[in-house]
């Protein structure tokens, strides 16, 4: 269960050509199993009918300030209260000047002025009209308050022409949901870096030496982290994910590169979380060219070199520490013996077979001091969260001066 999953999102849609993309994004919401709340503003109803978003989200939609209040439904006011995040998207040019003025003219201004719900603005419209100085102005307005703008994205508008102003992705407008539902978590302030996905080791220029990682654990754990408010940065292997939109992201190929990807992002860094897969070893000697096929029936003999060990290799006086190990014989004796040598806060046991590029895993969590936690199978979300439960506890902890 994600964070959305609890969450009573406040919709509001503006009167632009996206609309129509608004309706996947309630829909999305509601699958995610938020309760969404939808304004639409006059110029959406151009666009959109409320039908649409009253049987996506099953709520009444909202396009009246002036609807008769009724009982305890205050109108803007139960409106503002119950949002938890305010997003506006599509934001017309238009939304976004009244926005930016404070403008309380109709249902959408009168509930921005009176929420306290972080707000999330996603443009959406022509490129000149993006690139206008009164837009640019009042979206910088906007951010000085504290507002996340997210995209426009570059492509294909309605004019026909290529530029900025596209609606971003529905799941990049999600993933900004979802940090500003985290933004008060227990890992608020809280900065983690986290290794995801397999490395590869370059044999020539077109070969190389890798592994079955997916990156889903690594990927799961960004996302868990966010969920708690962290501020993440992703160093990722090659790997078939999108990674969650508006956090930092840095993509390597090599151990090597990891290595030291690793060591820069962690000067700065509460929590390191390592779950990639990385490769203990390395061809010693990389060819400039691609490796012939020999003649003969001679077996092709590869010298490998060992891999430095990243996790050991990094200790910064307060740096949280949690591995995994992923082991194929004796998972609770070498996961033992990892926790020790690499001085880890938790290390996180699994069957290598099993997990490798499953979509779930059967995990033992070891921290110093404490009984194994055999945890039944489950989704890699789930594990997920419960690692990132355990990482704000040791926070908590390390914070009030406990040792461990
Ligand atoms: C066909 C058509 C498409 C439009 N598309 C956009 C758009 O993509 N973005 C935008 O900011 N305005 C667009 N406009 C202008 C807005 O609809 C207009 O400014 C309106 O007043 C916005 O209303 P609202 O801000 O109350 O939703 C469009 C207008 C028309 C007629």
Known sequence: ?????????????????????????ASQLVQAGAKVDTILTEGAAQFIQPLTFAALTRRPVHTDLFAPWSGDALGHLSLARDAEVMLVAPASANAIARLSLGLASDLLGAVALSTSAPLIVAPAMEHGMFHHPATQSHLQTLRDRGATVVGPAHGRLASGAIGDGRLVAVGELLDAVRQALGRDGPLAGIRIVLTAGGTREALDPVRYLGNRSSGKMGYALAYAAIDLGAAVHLITGPVNLPAPAGIEVTEVESAAAMHQAVGDATRSADVLIMAAAVADFRPRHRQTQKIKKQPDTEPLTLELKRNPDILASISHTGLIKVGFAAETEDLLANAE?????????????????????????????????????????MTKEALAQHILEQVAEIVTRNKSGATR
């Open 337 to 377: 013996k990892k926790l020790t040598a690499k001085t880890l806060d938790m290390i996180v046991a699994n069957d290598a077979t099993a997990t490798i590029g499953s979509g779930t895993s059967t995990a033992i969590i070891l921290r110093p001091g404490q009984r194994p936690e055999s945890l039944p199978e």
């Open 1 to 25: 269960m994600t964070r959305l999953a609890t969450a009573h999102i406040l919709l509001a849609v503006t009167g632009g050509v996206a609309a129509y993309r608004a309706a996947d994004l």
